[in-house]
């Protein structure tokens, strides 16, 4: 699988997710990261643009 990059938290979700979210204590921060970020919005850690892959 190739590494693909995005701002775009929904298009992240969607390829990413579930995967993510079927190791939960191993992702731990990430899914804390991008809950805070859909519940706050993209700048809830800061100006600069959120950066995914």
């Known amino acids: 699988m190739t590494w693909t990059f995005t701002h775009d938290l ?3 979700l969607a390829a ?3 995967a993510v ?3 939960p204590v191993a992702n731990t921060k ?3 990261v ?3 970020l859909e519940r706050r ?3 809830a850690y800061g100006s600069a643009k959120p950066f995914f892959g």
């Open 10 to 12: 929904a298009a992240y």
């Open 16 to 18: 990413a997710g579930p």
């Open 21 to 23: 979210a079927g190791e």
């Open 30 to 32: 990430l899914l804390t």
């Open 34 to 36: 991008t809950d805070a």
């Open 41 to 43: 919005g993209p700048d």
